[in-house]
């Protein structure tokens, strides 16, 4: 059986979920195939790509600040806490992610990047919505 790398490497690569690391400038350096179906790019085409790709653009300057921050401090609350945001696929149409982070170290303890753990969550959202909506309608007739 090949080593512990080569595992961890195809698990990561082939998981559903997508992964994505990122280095301190926002550039995609990894993008697994789990990044492709969720998002709609190729690893050719994400990979060298600035994370802003995935981003709505009305998100864009909001998250680069929170990033920036991130890389300056190295500290961030959603390696265990999950963040939940709107995202943009190839095509333009948006969905729901949610996500935790890892902050990637080298062997200063400087980060180099973030890697995400991130999971689409369209389909829950959209039916939590429709059900937000027809409880505001029931309670508006019952009231």
């Given amino acids: 059986m090949p080593g512990n790398d080569w595992l961890a490497s195809k698990i990561v690569l082939e998981t559903q979920d997508a992964?994505?690391?990122?280095?301190?400038?926002?550039?995609?350096r990894l993008w697994n195939s789990g990044a492709e179906v969720m998002f709609g790019y190729t690893a050719t085409?994400?990979?060298g790509q600035r994370l802003p790709l995935i981003i709505p653009e009305k998100l864009r300057q909001r998250h680069s600040d929170g990033?920036?921050?991130?890389?300056?401090?190295?500290?961030?609350?959603y390696?265990?806490?999950?963040?939940?945001v709107?995202?943009?696929?190839k095509d333009g149409t948006r969905i729901s992610i949610e996500?935790?982070?890892l902050l990637v170290r080298d062997?200063?303890?400087a980060v180099q990047g973030a890697a995400a753990i991130i999971r689409d969550v369209t389909k829950r959202w959209q039916e939590e919505r429709a059900l937000r909506a027809r409880l505001a309608?029931?309670?508006a007739k019952a009231g």
């Fill in 107 to 109: 062997g200063n303890a």
């Fill in 79 to 84: 390696g265990r806490d999950l963040l939940a």
């Fill in 86 to 89: 709107p995202a943009t696929r």
């Fill in 99 to 101: 996500f935790t982070i």
């Fill in 45 to 47: 085409e994400a990979v």
């Fill in 137 to 139: 309608e029931l309670e």
């Fill in 67 to 77: 990033y920036r921050k991130v890389m300056e401090t190295g500290v961030t609350k």
């Fill in 19 to 28: 992964v994505i690391f990122a280095d301190r400038d926002e550039v995609i």
